[in-house]
C-alpha cells in the first residue's frame, strides 16, 4: 500500500459522492428525521453500502475496458434499448439539475433575508454552471480541489449544527445498528423509499465509469489494472464514508430537534424569537412538517440567526457541488450512447434551460412549499429511474467478454 499511489487515484471519488450530498438528499435526510426521529438510520447506511458496491462495480468497469458505461451500452445493446436508456439517464440527470436550482434558489434565498426572491435565485444559478465550466479549463485535478473544499464547507456547516443540537448518542447508535422502526406507519415508510431514491443517484454510474479514465493505467498489465482498481475502492469508501457522515449529521439535528413536534410548538418558539418568518407555522397541533426552507428557519428560531445563515451556507454548498457532475454526466452519457461531441458550453446550455424552465415558473406563480415538495417528488423520479442504471451495470461486470479476468462472479 502507497499513500502517495492513493493520493495519485484521488479525485474520481470524491466528485462522485457530491450526488450523496445535493439537496434531494439533504431534504429526504432532514424530512425522516423530522418524520421517524432515529429509526431510519440503518436504511440510509445500507442504501450508502449498496451505493459503495454499485459505485464500485462501475468504476471498475471503466478502469478494466477503457470505456465508460454509455460506451459499452452502445456498443452491447440495439438500437431501441439503447435509445430507451439514454432517454431515462437524461431524465434522471435533468431532475437533479432541478434539485440543485431549487436548493441554491432557497439557500440565496434565505442568505439574503428574503431580498433576493426565488425566482431571482433561480436565475442567479444559471450563471454559476458557466463560473464551473470556466474552472474546467484549469484542470481536472483543480476541479476536484475545488469540490473537496465545497465538501469540506458542508461537513463543518452541517457538522456545526449537530454540536450545538447535540443529539442522543445512545439513540443515534441504535438506529444505525439495529434495524427496527418501532410504530412506523405509512409516512415513515415513504421516507425510507425517499432515502434509497436520493441516496443512489441513476447517472452517477456513468459518471464514476467515466471519470476513473482521467488516470493513465495500462490495461494490458494485469498487476497495474488490479492495482487501480483497489486505489479507486479505497478512495470511494472514504468519500462515501464523509458524505453518509455528513448525511448522519443532518438526520440526526432534526431526529433529536423537531421529532414529534407540533406546529404550535415551532410557531411560538419562532414569535418569542421575532422570526420574520413565524408565519410559516400555523399555530394548531398538527405534526410539524419541514424541508430545507423551513428546516433552516426553525433552526434559527430555536438555536439563533447564526444556525439559519450555517444551514444556509451548507444547502448553497450542497447545490452548487452538484452542478458540474450533473454537467459531466450530461456530457459522457450524450457521448457514449449517441456519439454527439457537443462542447460544453451547449450541453449545459441545454440541460439546464430544461431544468431551470419548470423551476422557474414555480418560483414565479407558487410558493416555497411547492417549490420544495418538487424535491420530494424528484426523490421518487429518482427511484424509478434507478433499474435503468444498474442492469447495465450489473450485467456487463460480470461478462468475461467485456471484464475478460475482471468479471464479477455473482
Same mark, same amino acid.
Given at each position: !500500500?502507497?499513500?502517495?499511489?492513493?493520493?495519485?487515484?484521488?479525485?474520481?471519488?470524491?466528485?462522485?459522492?457530491?450526488?450523496?450530498?445535493?439537496?434531494?438528499?439533504?431534504?429526504? &435526510?432532514?424530512?425522516?428525521?423530522?418524520?421517524?426521529?432515529?429509526?431510519?438510520?440503518?436504511?440510509?447506511?445500507?442504501?450508502?453500502?449498496?451505493?459503495?458496491?454499485?459505485?464500485?462495480? +462501475? *468504476?471498475?468497469?471503466?478502469?478494466?475496458?477503457?470505456?465508460?458505461?454509455?460506451?459499452?451500452?452502445?456498443?452491447?445493446?440495439?438500437?431501441?434499448?439503447?435509445?430507451?436508456?439514454?432517454?431515462?439517464?437524461?431524465?434522471?440527470?435533468?431532475?437533479? &439539475?432541478?434539485?440543485?436550482?431549487?436548493?441554491?434558489?432557497?439557500?440565496?434565498?434565505?442568505?439574503?433575508?428574503?431580498?433576493?426572491?426565488?425566482?431571482?435565485?433561480?436565475?442567479?444559478?444559471?450563471? %454559476?454552471?458557466?463560473?464551473?465550466?470556466?474552472? %474546467?479549463? =484549469?484542470?481536472?485535478?483543480?476541479?476536484? +480541489?475545488?469540490?473537496?473544499?465545497?465538501?469540506?464547507?458542508?461537513?463543518?456547516? !452541517?457538522?456545526?449544527?449537530? $454540536?450545538?443540537?447535540?443529539?442522543?448518542?445512545?439513540?443515534?447508535?441504535?438506529?444505525?445498528?439495529? /434495524?427496527?422502526?418501532?410504530?412506523?406507519?405509512?409516512?415513515?415508510?415513504?421516507?425510507?423509499?425517499?432515502?434509497?431514491? *436520493?441516496?443512489?443517484?441513476?447517472?452517477?454510474?456513468?459518471?464514476?465509469? *467515466?471519470?476513473?479514465?482521467?488516470?493513465?493505467?495500462?490495461? +494490458?498489465?494485469?498487476?497495474?489494472?488490479?492495482?487501480?482498481?483497489?486505489?479507486?475502492?479505497?478512495?470511494?469508501?472514504? @468519500?462515501?464514508?464523509? #458524505?453518509?457522515?455528513?448525511?448522519?449529521?443532518?438526520?440526526?439535528?432534526?431526529?433529536?430537534?423537531?421529532?414529534?413536534?407540533?406546529?404550535? %410548538?415551532?410557531?411560538?418558539?419562532?414569535?418569542?424569537? #421575532?422570526?420574520?418568518?413565524?408565519?410559516?407555522?400555523?399555530?394548531?397541533?398538527?405534526?410539524?412538517?419541514?424541508?430545507?426552507?423551513?428546516?433552516?428557519?426553525?433552526?434559527?428560531?430555536? !438555536?439563533?440567526?447564526? @444556525?439559519? =445563515? $450555517?444551514? @444556509?451556507?451548507?444547502?448553497?454548498? @450542497?447545490?452548487?457541488?452538484?452542478?458540474?457532475?450533473?454537467?459531466? #454526466?450530461?456530457?459522457?452519457?450524450?457521448?457514449?450512447?449517441?456519439?454527439?461531441?457537443?462542447?460544453?458550453?451547449?450541453?449545459?446550455?441545454?440541460?439546464?434551460?430544461?431544468?431551470?424552465? /419548470?423551476?422557474?415558473?414555480?418560483?414565479?406563480?407558487?410558493?416555497?412549499?411547492?417549490?420544495?415538495?418538487?424535491? %420530494?417528488?424528484?426523490?421518487?423520479?429518482? #427511484?424509478?429511474?434507478?433499474?435503468?442504471?444498474?442492469?447495465?451495470?450489473?450485467?456487463?461486470?460480470?461478462? /468475461?467478454?467485456?471484464?475478460? &479476468?475482471? +468479471?464479477?462472479?455473482?
Amino acid at each position: !500500500f502507497s499513500f502517495r499511489k492513493l493520493w495519485a487515484f484521488t479525485g474520481p471519488g470524491f466528485l462522485m459522492s457530491i450526488a450523496y450530498l445535493d439537496p434531494g438528499n439533504i431534504e429526504s &435526510d432532514l424530512q425522516s428525521g423530522a418524520v421517524a426521529g432515529f429509526k431510519l438510520l440503518w436504511v440510509l447506511m445500507l442504501a450508502t453500502i449498496i451505493g459503495l458496491l454499485l459505485q464500485r462495480l +462501475a *468504476a471498475r468497469l471503466g478502469v478494466v475496458t477503457g470505456l465508460h458505461l454509455a460506451e459499452v451500452c452502445n456498443r452491447q445493446y440495439q438500437k431501441v434499448p439503447r435509445i430507451i436508456l439514454w432517454l431515462m439517464v437524461e431524465l434522471a440527470i435533468i431532475g437533479s &439539475d432541478m434539485q440543485e436550482v431549487i436548493g441554491s434558489a432557497i439557500a440565496i434565498n434565505l442568505l439574503s433575508v428574503g431580498k433576493i426572491p426565488l425566482w431571482g435565485g433561480v436565475l442567479i444559478t444559471i450563471a %454559476d454552471t458557466f463560473v464551473f465550466l470556466f474552472l %474546467d479549463k =484549469y484542470g481536472l485535478r483543480k476541479l476536484e +480541489a475545488f469540490f473537496g473544499f465545497l465538501i469540506t464547507i458542508m461537513a463543518l456547516t !452541517f457538522g456545526y449544527e449537530y $454540536i450545538t443540537v447535540k443529539p442522543d448518542q445512545e439513540k443515534l447508535l441504535k438506529g444505525l445498528f439495529v /434495524p427496527y422502526c418501532q410504530n412506523c406507519g405509512t409516512p415513515q415508510l415513504e421516507q425510507a423509499v425517499g432515502i434509497v431514491g *436520493a441516496v443512489i443517484m441513476p447517472h452517477n454510474m456513468y459518471l464514476h465509469s *467515466a471519470l476513473v479514465k482521467s488516470r493513465q493505467v495500462n490495461r +494490458a498489465n494485469k498487476r497495474e489494472v488490479r492495482e487501480a482498481n483497489k486505489y479507486f475502492f479505497i478512495e470511494s469508501c472514504i @468519500a462515501l464514508f464523509v #458524505s453518509f457522515i455528513i448525511n448522519i449529521f443532518v438526520v440526526t439535528v432534526f431526529a433529536e430537534a423537531f421529532f414529534e413536534k407540533t406546529n404550535a %410548538d415551532v410557531s411560538s418558539v419562532c414569535v418569542n424569537a #421575532s422570526s420574520p418568518h413565524s408565519s410559516l407555522f400555523p399555530n394548531n397541533n398538527q405534526t410539524l412538517e419541514v424541508d430545507i426552507y423551513k428546516g433552516g428557519v426553525v433552526l434559527g428560531c430555536y !438555536f439563533g440567526p447564526a @444556525a439559519l =445563515y $450555517i444551514w @444556509a451556507i451548507g444547502i448553497l454548498a @450542497a447545490g452548487q457541488s452538484s452542478t458540474m457532475t450533473g454537467t459531466y #454526466s450530461g456530457q459522457f452519457v450524450m457521448e457514449g450512447f449517441l456519439n454527439l461531441r457537443w462542447s460544453r458550453f451547449a450541453r449545459v446550455l441545454l440541460t439546464r434551460s430544461i431544468a431551470i424552465t /419548470p423551476t422557474l415558473f414555480v418560483a414565479i406563480f407558487q410558493d416555497v412549499e411547492h417549490l420544495t415538495g418538487m424535491n %420530494d417528488f424528484l426523490n421518487v423520479l429518482m #427511484s424509478l429511474q434507478l433499474p435503468f442504471a444498474l442492469i447495465p451495470v450489473l450485467t456487463f461486470t460480470s461478462l /468475461p467478454s467485456v471484464m475478460n &479476468d475482471f +468479471a464479477n462472479g455473482l
